[in-house]
């Protein structure tokens, strides 16, 4: 993040208190979390390699960080998402040079889910991925088949089906793909049924590489379930 970011956020902080992601209590500008918080903070950066995708998560889907994705998800708190992005950003600099990337994109909500919500969070992720990164966050997918909500499906292989066709890259923005190293953003990795669909979408359409990064990790299957 660049110096003058740093400053405005401090000033912007004076009109909108910045809250811990963990605990909800206020906390200085430009950190991961309160100071108690980050006595527990202990990132696993784990780089999981599937045979539809590579995806890196700096956290378990677990205690204070499955609380912390949930509220961003489901209690309207994407002033979380800026800090959340930044242990993503730490992760990412574990395996890549972040000039890898030619680009930052994110899988894209359904139109009513974007309607109830007001916001798409794992594009606030990336957003907040390409400010602290500088790599350029681009609109690259859009969903195109309304689906059942992921978290209610507990099955892998009905997850897959679930999405399948359901994405499709925004015609215009094909030339931002080809030959071009992606990095996909989302919440939550469970069974990477959305994140290996959309890898597939971006493949489609001549990406040299796709890599996948989420906030949180779901180690056991059987929490899948939110």
């Known amino acids: 993040m660049k110096w003058y970011q740093k400053i405005t956020d401090c000033i912007l902080h004076c009109f909108f208190p910045v809250h811990c992601p963990y605990c909800d209590e206020l906390m200085t500008p430009n950190l991961v979390a309160c100071e108690q918080c980050q006595k527990e903070i202990q990132s696993v950066n784990?780089?999981?390699?599937?045979?539809?995708?590579?995806?890196?998560?700096?956290?378990?889907?677990?205690?204070?960080?499955?609380?912390?994705?949930?509220?961003?998800?489901?209690?309207?708190?994407?002033?979380?998402?800026?800090?959340?992005?930044?242990?993503?950003?730490?992760?990412?600099?574990q395996y890549f040079d972040f000039s890898e990337f030619d680009c930052?994109?994110?899988?894209?909500?359904?139109?009513?889910?974007?309607?109830?919500?007001?916001?798409?969070?794992?594009?606030?992720?990336?957003k907040g991925l390409s400010l602290y990164t500088e790599i350029p966050f681009e609109r690259l997918l859009v969903k195109i088949k309304d689906t059942e909500v992921q978290h209610t499906i507990s099955d892998a292989q009905k997850r897959k089906q679930n999405v399948k066709d359901a994405f499709t890259v925004i015609r215009q923005h094909s030339d931002k793909i080809q030959n071009k190293t992606i990095l996909l953003v989302d919440d939550i990795l469970t069974t990477g049924a959305t994140l290996g669909e959309c890898c597939k979408e971006l493949y489609k359409n001549k990406a040299k590489s796709v890599i996948g990064i989420t906030y949180t990790f779901v180690e056991n299957k059987e929490k899948v379930i939110l």
């Open 104 to 126: 930052i994109t994110c899988i894209p909500p359904s139109k009513n889910s974007y309607r109830k919500r007001g916001y798409n969070q794992a594009e606030l992720l990336a």
């Open 46 to 93: 784990i780089f999981n390699e599937t045979d539809n995708i590579r995806c890196i998560s700096p956290f378990y889907y677990d205690g204070i960080y499955k609380r912390a994705v949930l509220d961003l998800k489901f209690k309207n708190r994407s002033d979380y998402a800026k800090i959340l992005s930044h242990s993503m950003a730490e992760a990412l600099k």
